[in-house]
């Protein structure tokens, strides 16, 4: 494991991040949203992007939490909203492209192992070809929804406070 990457040998159903911060790290994208806790349930209630109203409201509740986690200092938590914001972005947008969220064609063997990552996590049919866009992929109530999420998602990401204290995170946290 690199120095300061996401340390997926934590157990995750027994920490709690918001009484051990140290342990957590920023990692890539989306690293982790589905299993830092408490903030994984504090968010993930809210998170929806069925329509563009859906995404709406969910990304403006969204936002609002990660606004109040930075009012806390609570950057863990800011960064995990950050994170559903982003993936509200990313799930959005494949289902825009691809109607049933499938991405890649179908095989009876995993065309994953051995892949380096992140070709070696999730899908194991990452390997495969890639199914074809829809024709709206770029104009359906998805390619909206993810469009509304992406707007919170940047705004988050470039947020003063939120840079201000993830760069006071890694001061505190991460190895020189």
């Not at 997926?8 to 920490?15: G, I, P, V």
């Not at 994208?29 to 859906?54: A, C």
Request: glycine fraction near 6%.
């Amino acid at each position: 494991m690199a120095k300061n990457s996401f340390n997926y040998s934590l157990d995750f159903k027994k920490t709690n991040f918001r009484e051990h911060p140290e342990l957590y790290r920023v990692g890539v994208g989306e690293q982790g949203v589905l299993l830092v806790e408490p903030y994984k349930s504090e968010i993930l209630p809210h998170w929806r992007f069925k329509n563009v109203e859906v995404a709406t409201a969910s990304a403006q509740t969204i936002y609002a939490m990660f606004e109040k986690y930075l009012a806390d200092g609570d950057f863990v938590g800011a960064d995990m909203a950050r994170k559903f914001l982003q993936m509200g972005f990313t799930r959005a947008r494949r289902y825009a492209n691809h109607k049933g969220g499938r991405k890649y064609e179908p095989s009876a063997e995993a065309q994953n192992e051995g892949l380096p990552y992140p070709y070696s996590s999730g899908s194991a049919h990452k390997g495969n070809p890639v199914l074809p866009q829809e024709a709206d992929a770029l104009t359906s109530e998805k390619a909206q929804a993810a469009a509304v999420f992406k707007e919170y998602w940047f705004r988050a990401k470039d947020h003063p406070e939120y840079l201000t204290q993830k760069q006071q995170f890694r001061d505190k946290y991460y190895e020189k």
